[in-house]
């Protein structure tokens, strides 16, 4: 179905974020999220890969009279470019769900026939859709959205979305987009040495473990967030990641207690923390919000943004208190906050296109 609902039936918008690991979809009706989901869909195997997400999504999520889609997955190696990526995401979306609206950012929601003129817009905007919802509700805030892979950090200021940087590079280069998550990041990314057995060891550079590894040991790793294959392609459970954080240095899990290996773990959780940290004072330095400006946070790395907040000397609120959700999907919509936001924000777009100037913007 896509079109104009039946008069007496809800107007309902599925938002997409199609990531270069992950398919997230998020159902608004009526402007209300009652449902997301997160299918592992990722595209260094390529596009049928996604077609098999879409498939397993759009059956969980049903029919809609709007899909509104915004990507990162673009950046995949599995493209020559990003505006390779962006056309063809834009046209394997399309083919999967019929007519679709992407999401552009600063230009605002686009047919998929002009995605070829907006690519730089379309590029990895969701971060953009996430803190854009954040802006509806808080004048002044900063947009925390930690996933399995990245970290969002992006100023909110006088209802506006007032993030330095858009692109991937212009973000990075400002601190407000940290490539650290809770899932997906090698340890050997973390740092050069970590502390054992009374001495600093130098890593080994080989993707032996990762965060997953980390918060799986510590009990930080929500239900069902890790859908990725193990670095050793063994199993999920906790000798096996002690196992696995065990060969980062140069050693085998029984060469030292559980105890041991939880302080490691323990360690490598403190070192990311202290990057996003770092960023987040980055930001902070120059976005001029008020000492009360909350931290809005989202993603699986919610609990982790909580500590930020406190370190900050900030208080924090859950991305889902920006927006009205069933009590079974505000979970799953906080994780996947940018299919939320592209569903709501689509919601309140009254036309096919909505102008730019209806939706906040970078300054």
């Known amino acids: 179905m896509h079109g104009t609902a039946k008069p007496g039936t809800p107007h309902v918008v599925i938002g997409w ?93 686009i047919a998929a026939d002009r995605a070829g003129q907006h690519v730089a817009d379309i590029a990895s905007a969701n971060w953009h859709a996430s803190a854009a919802m954040a802006a509806r509700t ?47 990041s090698f340890l050997m990314a973390i740092s050069e040495r970590a502390p054992f057995a009374g001495q600093w060891t130098p890593l080994i ?73 770092d960023s987040a004072m980055l930001v902070l330095s120059q976005a001029a919000l008020p000492p009360d400006a909350p931290l809005v946070v989202a993603g699986i790395g919610e609990t982790v943004a909580h500590d930020i907040a406190r370190r900050l000397g900030r208080h924090h609120v859950s991305f889902d208190t920006v927006f009205d959700a069933t009590p079974e999907a505000r979970a799953a919509a906080t994780y996947g906050a940018p299919a939320a936001a592209v569903a709501l924000l689509a919601s309140h777009a009254a036309h096919d296109v909505m102008p730019a100037d209806t939706l906040t913007g970078v300054t």
Do not use: C
């Open 205 to 277: 550079r080989e993707n032996f473990a990762t965060m997953a590894d980390v918060h799986r040991i510590l009990g930080t790793l929500p239900d069902g967030a890790d859908q990725m294959s193990t670095a050793d392609g063994r199993e999920k459970t906790i000798p096996a990641s002690r196992a696995r954080l065990a060969r980062i240095v140069g050693r085998d899990a029984g060469d030292a207690n559980d105890e041991a290996w939880f302080e490691l773990a323990r360690w490598f959780a403190e070192a990311q923390v202290s990057t996003v940290l």
């Open 138 to 184: 808080h004048t002044d805030a900063l947009f925390v959205d930690i996933g399995s892979t990245t970290t969002d950090l992006v100023p909110v200021r006088n209802g506006s979305v007032a993030a330095r940087g858009y692109t991937d590079a212009e973000r990075l280069a400002h601190g407000e987009l940290v490539y650290t998550g809770m899932v997906r």
């Open 17 to 109: 974020d199609i990531g270069g690991a992950h398919l997230k979809a998020a159902r608004a009706e009526n402007g209300r999220i009652v449902a997301a989901v997160q299918v592992a869909s990722p595209l260094r195997y390529g596009l049928e890969r996604l077609g098999q997400a879409f498939a397993e999504a759009k059956a969980a999520m049903g029919d809609a009279d709007v899909h509104a889609v915004t990507m990162t997955g673009e950046l995949a190696d599995t493209f020559t470019s990003r505006s390779e990526g962006v056309a063809l995401l834009a046209a394997a979306a399309e083919q999967e769900l019929g007519p679709i609206r992407l999401y552009a950012g600063r230009a605002g929601f």
